[in-house]
């Protein structure tokens, strides 16, 4: 038991060891549509991994925007780098997200976020857990 713990930290270190190379690629050229919008509710520990899943997303699907839920974690220097790599990128922060008689506490406001969105546009909510490896038609 002891042992699979110190393998998952060793393993999750690893990773984002690789994962932080992602800060020293170019911005990442896409089709600015505001039709489309790729959506991920994004907290300041998994920046990199947003940076692979969006990257890689946006090479192989093209043209959207992109907006960025920050859940209040995001730092200055966070926004910094995430408008960086992402040319046109709308960062929203949770606060400011009126959920009405719904409750709070991140999940509300993502889909209350979402929704809103949805009323001019079409919605592709992408998990900064991912890495798109081929076309999305």
């Known amino acids: 038991m002891i042992l699979n713990k110190i393998k998952e930290k060793l393993n999750a270190y690893l990773f984002n060891l690789q994962c932080i190379k992602i800060r020293d690629t170019p911005p990442i050229q896409y089709h600015y549509k505001t039709d489309i919008k790729i959506v991920t509710q994004v907290h300041h520990d998994a920046m990199d991994m ?14 959207c925007s992109v907006e960025i839920l920050s859940d209040g974690s995001l730092t200055a220097e966070d926004k910094k780098i995430l408008k960086q790599h992402i040319p046109r990128v709308n960062i929203t922060e949770i606060a400011t997200i009126d959920t009405g008689l719904c409750p709070k506490g991140g999940t509300w406001e993502r889909l209350i976020f979402i929704l809103n969105l949805s009323k001019d546009a079409y919605i592709i909510q992408l998990d900064s857990d991912t890495i798109t490896v081929g076309p999305v038609p």
């Open 50 to 63: 947003y940076l692979v899943a969006i990257k890689s997303f946006l090479y192989h699907f093209g043209s």
